[in-house]
């Protein structure tokens, strides 16, 4: 492979720039920088890029890794044991050694012979991370939730419909199917008019405590300044790489509320048909947060105490993420589990039960509408504005029970209304020093 570009290294590290984004963002070179020829057609098959490599990505690569259209040719992570694992995850399914690893997720960005990148990082980095990646000119499947911040959202949304980028949240229970079929039966309106959204979510919580300082390794063991990125600076501690950053303040997205919420309420949102606007008045109580829209339809979040054993007012059958579409003819409830309940003038009937558990985690369905609207250019079904509505929503909600009073929103400015410290908490204060030059891994 030839090179195609006569700057030197100097001219090229100097060549960094911050974006209009909130986060200073350094530029992404073009590939042809570092002597990259042009990807081939996604219409033949995808070149893929992984960034970040954990438990949850192991999971969702692994069902893409038995795609034909779609070959996984890099993957970035901070630290080396993870890199290591991730080649010989890579190489064992494909049956070869040619999966590369590196340290700096951006090194994946400057490379044109990517078209897409999954993005599976926390939570801090996966607004960064996607906008850079659309700034780049890739298409983007990013885990949920996908905005630390209500106003992490509001960029990530623009920023893609800017760029013209195919963008998915993994919301995947959007495209499960008994999940589809409770969200149909309350859209075709079997249940009558809706009265009531009920989504589920843990018990929100968070901290704000430190864990003890240990000495920081060496950034080629576990590149700390660079796991941390856009969050506030703390000391290193071997816990929070080892995933115990959850629940954290700086590192977790609205006191945990959006772990489940963005699944639950985003089926709620799609059930009434809402996927352009959000509700507009939240009210915190005991055990939920009652949010209604400007129709007065009420859609309330139940905090589980126990959410993966016993859920008061729950079908126990159903499982995790159990939502309920109530109306004035009856109700439907699903969960994971697999089973749709359906109950019309008080006499319950179950609608499927294929005896499969947890199958709302399942990604089949979700990693095949990405990858064919990479193809095509139609809008995936948990695009950027589906999930800008679900996200904002859930933080909306997530600050009425932090602040512990009602809150209004305007669902047009997506600002709440008379109240300055809520609008304060849209957003956060970021780092912007966590970055530096593109290191210089290619010839």
């Known amino acids: ?50 960034i970040g490599f954990g438990r949850r990505c192991k999971y969702v690569l692994t069902e893409i890794l038995k795609l034909n259209d779609v070959r996984c040719r890099v993957v970035a992570d901070v630290q080396a044991s993870r890199r290591d694992e991730a080649k010989k995850f890579v190489d064992t399914a494909y049956g070869g050694t040619d999966c590369e690893v590196v ?50 959202c509001q960029q990530l949304d623009e920023v893609m419909r800017k760029k013209g980028r195919i963008f998915q949240a993994g919301t995947q229970r959007r495209t499960v199917n008994h999940y589809q079929q409770a969200v149909q039966i309350a859209r075709e309106g079997k249940l009558g008019r809706l009265t009531k959204l009920v989504a589920s979510v843990y018990t929100p919580g968070h901290n704000n405590n430190w864990l003890p300082a240990e000495p920081t390794p060496d950034r080629n063991v576990v590149d700390w300044n660079m796991w941390l990125g856009p969050a506030p600076w703390r000391p290193y501690n071997k816990d929070y790489v080892a995933g115990n950053w959850r629940g954290q303040w700086d ?42 829209y400007a129709d007065g339809l009420l859609l309330e979040i139940d905090f589980l105490q ?23 003819k009856g109700w439907v409830e699903t969960g994971d589990g697999g089973e749709v309940h359906l109950a019309l003038d008080g006499k319950p009937t179950e609608v499927t039960s294929d005896g499969k558990p947890a199958r709302g985690a399942d990604v089949v369905n979700h990693i095949r509408n990405f990858f064919d609207c990479v193809k095509t250019r139609k809008p995936a079904a948990a695009n950027s504005t589906v999930m800008r509505r679900s996200h904002v929503a859930c933080h909306a909600a997530a600050l009425s029970w932090i602040l512990q009073r009602p809150l209004k929103l305007d669902p047009t400015t997506e600002s709440f209304i008379d109240d300055d410290e809520a609008n304060r908490l849209k957003t956060r204060p970021q780092r912007s020093d966590w970055g530096g030059a593109i290191p210089m891994a290619f010839p």
């Open 1 to 50: 492979m030839t090179k195609q570009s006569n700057l030197n290294r100097r001219e090229i590290m100097a060549a960094g720039a911050k974006t209009s984004l909130a986060l200073a963002l350094p530029t992404i070179l073009p590939a042809t920088t570092f002597g990259y020829a042009t990807s081939s057609s996604p219409n033949e098959q995808i070149q893929l890029g992984v």
């Open 103 to 152: 340290r700096d997720f951006r090194e994946v960005l400057a490379r044109q012979d990517i078209d897409a990148v999954f993005i599976a990082t926390g939570d801090r980095w996966h607004a960064p991370v996607a906008m850079m990646a659309a700034e780049a000119g890739k298409d983007v499947y990013c885990e949920k939730p996908c905005g630390l911040t209500i106003e992490y």
């Open 251 to 292: 590192f977790d997205s609205g006191a945990r509320l959006l772990d489940w919420g963005v699944h639950t309420m985003d089926l709620c949102q799609m059930a009434n048909q809402s996927d352009h606007t959000v509700p507009v008045e939240y009210l915190p109580k005991a055990n939920s947060i009652e949010c209604r």
């Open 306 to 328: 126990d959410p993966f054993g016993q859920r008061t007012g729950w079908i126990q059958s159903n499982g995790t993420c159990p939502v309920r579409f109530i109306g004035e």
